[in-house]
Structure formats: structure tokens, C-alpha cells
């Protein structure tokens, strides 16, 4: 079975600092691996997705994540944090050719004036 | 990204009654949408795979005969929550999908409170 482990259920950051939230995922076959952003009382809205082409991921907002398939980790980075950055995060994998995504535990980050 | 809308946004109801939520997708016609349920501070859990003109696909542990999935179009999937209970008070999510290497495009959600 396919799993997702966000570690971290609170990361916090000054704003301008690097952000880094952590996913590792679990899959017998390569993955489909996703970031997604939740604000308070809204859906999911997709941050980058990995779908085997380039391991090195850019998405919206000025995020990015890198696949490592021997770490077997996708974890997001952003060089800078702005308070609009403060969200819950979750990372999903979605095994090849299987419609259903798979949900981490969420990381909520907090940036700190 | 997809535009899906969900109505309402949110509901309070009283124990008992059933509510009925909707999930619109704007953008394209979709074959398949997801309905989640996330707790306070928790992930998403997927309750079913609705899909246009046919049974939806349950997920172990949720009772298909409490919370009732109609696709009765390419564009709209509901959900009813029947004699709903405040156990039941959550925030309901639906997402929407091309095809099966689409990515999911997600709704604002629908916070529902049972009292």
C-alpha cells in the first residue's frame, strides 16, 4: 500500500527564511507525488505535482520540490517565507494509473514577523 | 487550475434532519469526483469515487446507506447526508478530475455542523 509521512505537524519560520516542510512516501511503483495548500475554511488549492519528468518540481507562489527516489522524499522548499505563506500543507502520492490520492498528516506553517 | 464549486458553504442542521450537498464542476465534464471528509486538524479522508452513471464506490467504513452519492451529470455530484447525527459534523470536500492521470482539482468545501 501507498502512504504518505509529513514530518512536522507544526513548522514555524520568520518571514524571509527558507521554508522547508518534509514528505516521504511509501510506493511499490513510481508515484505520482502531490503538494497541495489549505487556508483556513477553503479546499485544497494544488501547489506542484511530480509525474515522472523532471525531478526538480516548480510551483506556484514560489514554491518548488525535489523527488528523491533513493530518499524517497519530495519535500517542499521555498528560499523565502511571506506571511501570506501561513497554511496547512499536505502532500498526496497517487500510485501510477490509480485514480485515488493518498493524504499526509498536513504541516501547518506558521511565519513569524 | 479546474474551477469546482461547492453549495453550501456551510450548513447547520439539526440532528436527525438530511442535508444535501453539491459539488459543480466548471471547467470540464468529469467522469469521476471524490468526496472527502477532514476533521479539525486533520487530513483528508476519502469516502467515495463517484462516478457518472453508476454506483459510487465506497470507502471501508463509510455507510453508503447514510451518506448518498448521486452523479447525476458529467458536471454535478451530491452528496446527502441522511439523519444526520453531530458526529457527523465535518467538513466535506469534493474534488474533480479529467481522467485517472489527472490531477484532482478540489472544492472550497462545505463545513456542516450537526446539533
Known amino acids: 500500500a501507498q502512504s504518505v509521512t509529513q514530518l512536522g505537524s507544526h513548522v514555524s519560520v520568520s518571514e524571509g527564511a527558507l521554508v522547508l516542510l518534509r514528505c516521504n512516501y511509501s510506493s511499490s511503483v513510481p508515484p505520482y507525488l502531490f503538494w497541495y495548500v489549505q487556508y483556513p475554511n477553503q479546499g485544497l488549492q494544488l501547489l506542484l505535482k511530480y509525474t515522472s519528468a523532471a525531478t526538480l518540481v516548480k510551483g506556484i507562489n514560489g514554491f518548488e520540490a525535489e523527488f528523491k527516489k533513493s530518499e524517497t522524499s519530495f519535500h517542499l522548499t521555498k528560499p523565502s517565507a511571506h506571511m501570506s505563506d501561513a497554511a496547512e500543507y499536505f502532500c498526496a502520492v497517487r500510485k501510477g494509473g490509480n485514480e485515488k490520492l493518498t493524504f499526509g498528516t498536513g504541516t501547518r506553517l506558521t511565519i513569524i514577523p | 487550475g479546474a474551477v469546482v464549486s461547492q453549495h453550501p458553504s456551510r450548513v447547520i442542521c439539526k440532528s436527525g434532519t438530511s442535508v444535501k450537498i453539491e459539488c459543480r464542476s466548471l471547467?470540464?465534464?468529469?467522469?469521476?469526483m471524490f468526496w472527502y471528509r477532514q476533521f479539525p486538524k486533520q487530513s483528508l479522508m476519502l469516502m467515495a469515487t463517484s462516478n457518472e452513471g453508476s454506483k459510487a464506490t465506497y470507502e471501508q467504513g463509510v455507510e453508503k446507506d447514510k451518506f448518498l452519492i448521486n452523479h447525476a451529470s458529467l458536471t454535478l455530484s451530491t452528496l446527502t447526508v441522511t439523519s444526520a447525527h453531530p458526529e457527523d459534523s465535518s467538513f466535506y470536500i469534493c474534488?474533480?478530475?479529467?481522467?485517472?492521470?489527472?490531477?484532482?482539482?478540489f472544492g472550497p468545501g462545505t463545513r456542516l455542523t450537526v446539533l
Open positions: 474534488s474533480t478530475q479529467r481522467d485517472s492521470t489527472d490531477t484532482q482539482y
Open positions: 471547467d470540464f465534464q468529469a467522469t469521476t
